[in-house]
DNA sequence: ACACATGTTGGAACTACGTTCCATACTTCT
DNA sequence: AGAAGTATGGAACGTAGTTCCAACATGTGT
């Protein structure tokens, strides 16, 4: 179908017109459009229309609507890692994933698309990079999975719940504004339904989101950092996964069911 | 236009027939459905059918296909946080998340809705019981709400990309297979691209989705554990919001940009 | 009992979108 | 120049969410 990086010819595809169609092309004019009006707004038609083109010519580059969006995330994502770069692993984490965030906060269609497709381009990306901080920051290998990826699901959990401006019409049937910043004070049958979130209820209106994200950070930072100082009785050979060092700092009960 | 918990009405909706169509039906029937056939089986008129009736009607007692999905994940959460209880709070919040994983792995949907809606009422129960068990577990009050957050956040993060049974698709375009179990075992041009993916390949593909799953949620408890350790130097009375006590485990660099 | 008001039902119709199809045009190789 | 293969773009298809509306049931007031 469409020319890729792993086409076996040894041919190399020729330069066309210069208004000539590509990928890079259409990726980067979808993430105007996503950029613009979100991920609704985002159709083959509009992308066409702006292209000036038609629909059908845009699936001799990209493969279907998917494709488009995960490379679109990836993109974006891969511009955010650029940036984000420092000396100390710590810092380091701490910057990247403050960028994420706020390349997040601010154009809201990523968050939707990075938990819409899951280990799409962008997070491995950034799920590589957090890991590569993660080994500059002595954490011993068998546990260096475990903890990036306890960063990367969290960052992504963030990501998920973080569109708020669209989407939270259809969970209002129930609920008609809930936290709606100052509507409905969680009053009603909600204090029976949520006692915790009623009772911190002035934290969840005043809290300030990217405070709270960093507050996450640190709290998986610091269990990483007791990884790290728990090396001791787990052994230097070869990879050992099924019982994972962390598992010694809290005896876990048996929890199936 | 529909009849719900908050008409203004002293009036009673009568029982009709009885095979008269509720919410509550309506949202059993779309669980059954979403079950079965994963989240693309469910559309109006599969519903309908199998309630045998028509589309429009169930328009009647449910606002949107948004809020048919939020109901029906209430609904499943409220199944599984129903079930799992204990005395120790620790334990609670294992079983709690363990409890949560596996309906998430089993029913796949599950874990999409989670992440499609932000704040719907079933993040907002787990949220809350996590909160609950999260103040018992002795976290000084300024910080339950952040260690509650990082805890749901994570698992919310994991639930998102744990339907990878279908969507991934759609992101093989440029890496065919990827890490898919056994077939190419990331090597080529992705050696370049993910060095600590590479590295950890072995890992990557041994490794066993749970025991991952309970090694983050290890990580953030030991997190929140300090948490707990450190609350000397916090004012115990009102509401202290903007310095969260976690960050004074860690000084914290700028990391804005 | 009988009309009226109100809510319910169910099927058709509307709309929007992803995707496919195909005739046309273009570019390069021989 | 002719052949071969690709790119283009507009029409057309299928599906799904949603809306519309006429027929119907239910309860109320007389």
Redesign the interface.
């Known amino acids: 179908m469409c020319q890729?990086?792993?086409v076996s010819d040894v041919w190399q595809r020729p330069e066309r017109r210069s208004d000539a169609l590509t990928k890079a092309r259409i990726v980067e004019a979808a993430i105007t459009i996503l950029n613009a009006g979100g991920a609704d707004a985002l159709t083959f038609r509009a992308l066409a229309a702006d292209l000036s083109t038609g629909a059908g010519a845009l699936y001799h580059h990209?493969?279907?609507?998917?494709?488009l969006?995960?490379?679109a995330a990836a993109e974006m994502m891969a511009e955010v890692l650029a940036?984000?770069g420092s000396t100390d692993p710590?810092?380091s984490i701490?910057?990247l994933t403050?960028?994420v965030f706020?390349e997040i906060t601010a154009h809201p269609w990523l968050g939707s698309q990075?938990?819409?497709?899951?280990?799409?381009?962008a997070?491995?990306?950034l799920?590589?990079?957090i890991?590569?901080e993660v080994?500059a920051l002595g954490v011993p290998?068998?546990?260096?999975?475990?903890?990036?990826?306890?960063l990367?699901?969290?960052?992504?959990?963030?990501?998920?719940?973080?569109?708020?401006s669209q989407?939270?019409?259809?969970?209002d049937?129930?609920?008609?504004g809930?936290?709606a910043s100052s509507t409905s004070p969680l009053v009603g049958?909600d204090s029976e339904?949520?006692?915790?979130?009623v009772r911190?209820e002035?934290?969840?209106v005043?809290?300030?989101d990217r405070?709270?994200f960093?507050?996450?950070i640190?709290?998986?930072?610091?269990?990483?950092a007791?990884?790290r100082d728990t090396e001791r009785d787990s052994a230097v050979g070869g990879?050992q996964?099924?019982e994972?060092p962390?598992?010694q700092?809290?005896a876990?009960?048996d929890?199936?069911?």
Request: proline fraction near 4%; include cysteine.
């Open positions: 890729d990086d792993l990209v493969a279907n609507k998917g494709e969006l995960s490379a940036d984000a710590a810092t701490r910057a403050a960028g706020d990075l938990v819409a497709a899951p280990w799409q381009p997070v491995l990306q799920f590589d990079r890991g590569s080994t290998e068998a546990a260096q999975f475990d903890a990036a990826s306890a990367v699901h969290y960052i992504l959990g963030v990501a998920s719940q973080y569109d708020a989407h939270l019409d259809q969970a049937a129930d609920r008609p809930f936290i049958p339904r949520y006692p915790f979130l911190i002035q934290q969840l005043e809290h300030d405070q709270q960093y507050a996450g640190e709290i998986i930072l610091t269990g990483i007791a990884l990879v996964r099924q994972h962390c598992e700092l809290h876990r009960t929890n199936r069911h």
